[in-house]
């Protein structure tokens, strides 16, 4: 089948990347949207570029935007993009704005100088009150895929929410929802359930060895099982809404993409993909669906689909070969065997052996 396309990655310190890249790799896949860093992705993509034997998927490299970014002028954002692109950067994520303004002018500028916007809803603070722009004006403008469903939860009723859904449809916005991420931030699967879940259970213990340490540690430094509880029962309203709009989305066939976000303890780097896809399962996504938002949607996103995405003559050799047929069981991904890069086969258990 197509490889897979993690489309929510944050790089971590230099000296973890190719730890990263390479268990990336050894998940099935070969396509990876960079959201953040720890290490510059300037600096990665030319150690990448000089390393032509290295295991590492295909990255998609981003100019963040944050609220400190004060280039109001539409010449200056001009500017700004021309030189991102000149560099090799294909997209700018939007973390935070310094205002409104800012993103109008990132937003026209993006459009006149065909670059892609992503990131999060935008939002900026305006007399130490955060506000966001309208959803509205949001779908509209073009911001290509919205992170974390954000913007949808916020909306107050179930009109206004089915209107910007609609709007989601007709416009061709992508949605990444990152929900295991909310998972594991909200501590929604503690104490039972964090056994249970999809990499616990098939991987190598080599790799899940010190997952409950972690997790124990990280219990400590929030103060206790107590306090923990309590906060996840603060947090579990808003994790029903995101479950909620994440389904409303599917039903409306709008535009999804997969993405691990996956930095805690029971998150495996690369694997994590794994769980997220069977998030959506258990929340009642067709196989296909999730399958076709890891792999063809994430080609589509780019503008490449006439490249990867789909088994077809003429398209990269980006594949991945399975035991079993995910689209039977999406937990079937997990009898992964071999991971094709542009022709060139890796197998994960040997790539696993070497880092373990």
């Known amino acids: 089948m197509p490889s897979l396309a993690d489309m929510h ?123 966001s722009v309208g959803i509205e004006k949001v779908l509209k403008s073009d911001l290509r895929s919205i992170e974390h469903l954000g913007g949808y939860t916020s909306l107050q009723n179930e009109k206004e929410l089915a209107e910007a859904i609609t709007l989601t449809k007709k416009l061709g916005i992508y949605n990444c929802p990152t929900l295991d991420w909310a998972v594991m931030a909200f501590d929604i699967q503690y104490p039972n359930d964090v056994k249970n879940r999809l990499t616990n259970r098939v991987l190598s213990s080599k790799i899940t060895k010190n997952w409950a340490a972690s997790y124990k540690e990280y219990l400590e430094e929030i103060g206790g099982e107590e306090k923990l509880l309590s906060l996840r029962a603060k947090r579990k309203p808003a994790f029903e809404k995101k479950k909620k709009v994440l389904r409303l989305l599917y039903e409306k066939d709008c535009l999804l993409l997969v993405g691990s976000d996956g930095e805690r303890p029971y998150q495996a780097a690369g694997f994590n993909l794994w769980e997220e896809m069977k998030n959506w399962s258990d929340l009642g996504i067709d196989n296909y669906t999730i399958l076709k938002s890891a792999t063809l949607n994430a080609a589509k996103f780019f503008r490449q689909e006439h490249q990867w995405g789909s088994v077809e003559e003429g398209k990269d050799a980006d594949l991945i070969i399975l035991n079993k047929n995910p689209l039977l069981n999406i937990e079937n991904i997990s009898t992964l065997q071999t991971t094709i890069i542009k022709g060139k086969v890796f197998k994960p258990k040997e790539i696993i052996e070497k880092l373990y």
């Open 9 to 131: 990655v944050h790089l971590p310190k230099k000296d973890k990347v190719n730890h990263l890249l390479q268990m990336s790799v050894a998940a099935g896949i070969t396509h990876m949207r960079i959201m953040n860093n720890g290490y510059p992705q300037l600096a990665l993509k030319k150690d990448l570029e000089k390393d032509k034997d290295g295991i590492a998927p295909h990255l998609f490299y981003s100019y963040l935007i944050k609220r400190d970014f004060e280039k109001t002028s539409s010449v200056q954002m001009d500017s700004l993009l021309k030189e991102v692109k000149k560099q090799g950067i294909d997209f700018i994520k939007l973390y935070s704005l310094a205002n409104e303004e800012v993103y109008d002018h990132l937003m026209t500028s993006a459009k006149k100088n065909n670059m892609i916007v992503c990131g999060h809803y935008p939002h900026y603070k305006e007399k130490d009150k955060w506000k």
